[in-house]
Structure formats: structure tokens, C-alpha cells
């Protein structure tokens, strides 16, 4: 499964952006979409993720800013960011993971997102 994220930039704080996710799924059924982001010389963190089932979970320093959704005719998935802060610069990364028809995770190639104060 490849995946093509963009829509990364720069951004004053207090404004927004949005990332999209491209998966090029083929025969795979995707379970989960996750967003992680990675500040250089931090480990990589959950940001936010959906289920197959519509579902989601977001970290605890960006829920009521940021909405993951999908659109499933056009296997895109999308991080809605609002309300940024320098303190979200960071890569951003969407990651899919399934188990139809077998066991798969795949990652995208990073996105930037800086905010400037």
C-alpha cells in the first residue's frame, strides 16, 4: 500500500491547515488511519487516528483543534488542523494499517508543518 500525504506549510499561530493522505489500497482493506507527527531528535507520536468504523482518537494536546475524517470513494484520508501553535511544527507522517487480505502497515512520506509565532 503506497500513500502520498500533502498539504503541510508554514502558518502563523492561530491558524490552520489541512494534510491529506492518498492510499493507494488495491485489493487491501484499511482498518486504521493514523496521523503522527515527529519533532527532530523526539520520538515519533499519535497524533490522531481512524477506525474502518468511523471512529477516532485524538492525543490529548490537540483535541478540539484537530478532526481527522476520510473520504472513502476517494481512499483519502484528511487532518483537519485548527487553532495551530508553534508548538505543533513538527513532520507530519499518516500511516494505514490492515489485515485484509493479509497483514499490512505502510507509511507516507513525511509532511512539514511549521508555525510561527
Known amino acids: 500500500v503506497q500513500l502520498q500525504a500533502s498539504g503541510g506549510g508554514l502558518v502563523q499561530a492561530g491558524g490552520s491547515l489541512r494534510l491529506s493522505c492518498v492510499a493507494s489500497l488495491g485489493i487491501y482493506r484499511l482498518n486504521v488511519m493514523n496521523w503522527y507527527r515527529q519533532i527532530p531528535g523526539n520520538q515519533r507520536e499519535l497524533v490522531a487516528s481512524?477506525?474502518?468504523?468511523?471512529?477516532?482518537n485524538y492525543a490529548n494536546a490537540v483535541k478540539g483543534r484537530f478532526t481527522v475524517f476520510r473520504d472513502r470513494a476517494k481512499n483519502t484520508g484528511y487532518l483537519q488542523m485548527n487553532s495551530l501553535k508553534p508548538e505543533d511544527t513538527a513532520v507530519y507522517y499518516c500511516h494505514v494499517a490492515g489485515t485484509e487480505p493479509r497483514d499490512f502497515s505502510s507509511w507516507g512520506q513525511g509532511t512539514q508543518v511549521t508555525v510561527s509565532s
Open positions: 481512524i477506525a474502518d468504523d468511523g471512529s477516532t
